[in-house]
């Protein structure tokens, strides 16, 4: 069973619209963590914001936002007001307690049209 | 600091020739990943270590090995190169586990093609 789920291959949304990258994860360890990764074409891994498990608020970090979910398993990424720049590859990976794996999801490919 | 270092860049092998793609980082880290990036797709882990001397298979360990002798060091060895082995490999580290904000820092990466 794949452990991190991101279902949107692709996107296209319109400059200044906000937007929302889905991720589901499974995991019955109680402390784990969520990262979102930007991708873009020159191929560097970029950080974007975290949410650990035992988080009361959701994270924030700028323009991003994180919509963290526990019962739902769900930490879909938030980009509000979204540039030209955000286009990318975006990874949603998540950290298990267990034995500190990363796994990653298989990313959503952004299109920022102007 | 110059981060996580990833060498070479590029290489070309040849079927069943054998290859170090080294990782090295300066930020005193504990935990170190491989992983590899087929085109178009994410990011599926190799090996990890959480300490030197301690390594872990990830997801897709086969026709890898790994060793972890240093803090600083963690290369990663392909004994009969294959071509379903031709991917870039991204070499990460962090600082801390589960539990606290500690992404992972990446290397720039290693294009490897396997004729």
């Known amino acids: 069973a794949q452990k991190i789920t991101q279902t949107q291959p692709g996107m296209f949304v319109q400059e200044k619209e906000a937007v929302t990258l889905d991720c589901t994860y499974d995991?019955?360890?109680?402390?784990?963590?969520l990262f979102w990764y930007k991708q873009p074409s020159s191929g560097e891994m970029i950080f974007l914001i975290y949410?650990?498990?035992?988080?009361?608020q959701n994270a924030t970090e700028g323009r991003y936002s994180l919509n963290f979910q526990k019962a739902r398993k769900s930490a879909n990424l938030v980009i509000s007001a979204s540039q030209l720049g955000d286009s990318a590859m975006y990874f949603c990976a998540m950290r298990e307690g267990r034995d500190d794996k990363i796994i990653f999801g298989k990313g959503t490919r952004l299109h920022i049209l102007p | 600091n110059a981060g996580v270092t990833q060498t070479p860049k590029f290489r070309i092998l040849k079927i069943g020739q054998s290859m170090t793609l080294q990782c090295t980082q300066d930020?005193?880290?504990?935990?170190m990943y491989w992983y590899r990036q087929d085109p178009g797709m994410g990011l599926k882990l190799i090996y990890y270590s959480v300490g030197a001397g301690i390594t872990d298979k990830g997801e897709v360990p086969n026709g890898y090995n790994v060793s972890r002798s240093t803090t600083e060091d963690f290369p990663l060895r392909l004994e009969l190169a294959a071509p379903s082995q031709t991917s870039v490999y991204f070499c990460?580290?962090?600082?801390?586990?589960?539990?606290?904000?500690?992404?992972?820092?990446f290397g720039n990466g290693t294009r490897l093609t396997v004729t």
């Open positions: 930020m005193n880290h504990n935990y």
């Open positions: 990460a580290s962090s600082y801390l586990g589960t539990g606290n904000n500690s992404p992972l820092h």
């Open positions: 949410q650990g498990s035992y988080d009361e």
């Open positions: 995991t019955s360890d109680q402390s784990y963590g």
